[in-house]
């Protein structure tokens, strides 16, 4: 059964620059799209980016097109989220999916990032 476990979170200025890891295990990788998610204090969860099963697909919302890179590495069975520019309002936690088909079935247990002076 697939597992995923992100990392990386942590404090960070604003400006700043943080690379969130989701690492798998129990399955290969290349068989999922993965999303990331965040949810805020007070919010909902909301998707930010995902790629396809190749990489070659990737999609971003609007509010951090631009600053952040989502890309996979299948051989290390790992997706990466390179955020830059960071914003008080990227503060959340941040959670890894997996897609096999139509739902995202697997998560992780997520990591927090602060964006905070």
């Known amino acids: 059964q697939l597992r995923l476990a992100e990392s990386g979170g942590g404090l960070v200025q604003p400006g700043g620059s943080l690379t969130l890891s989701c690492a798998a295990s129990?399955?290969?990788?290349?068989?999922?799209?993965i999303g990331w998610f965040r949810q805020a204090p007070g919010k909902e969860r909301e998707g930010i980016s995902c790629?396809?099963?190749?990489?070659?697909?990737?999609t971003y919302v609007d509010s951090v097109k631009g600053r952040f890179t989502i890309s996979r590495n299948n051989a290390e069975n790992t997706v990466y989220l390179q955020m830059n520019s960071l914003k008080p309002e990227d503060t959340a936690v941040y959670y890894c999916?997996?897609?096999?088909?139509?739902?995202?079935?697997?998560w992780g247990q997520g990591t927090q990032v602060t964006v905070s002076s």
């Open positions: 999916a997996a897609r096999a088909i139509v739902d995202w079935d697997n």
């Open positions: 129990g399955s290969t990788l290349d068989n999922y799209a």
């Open positions: 790629i396809n099963r190749s990489g070659e697909i990737t």
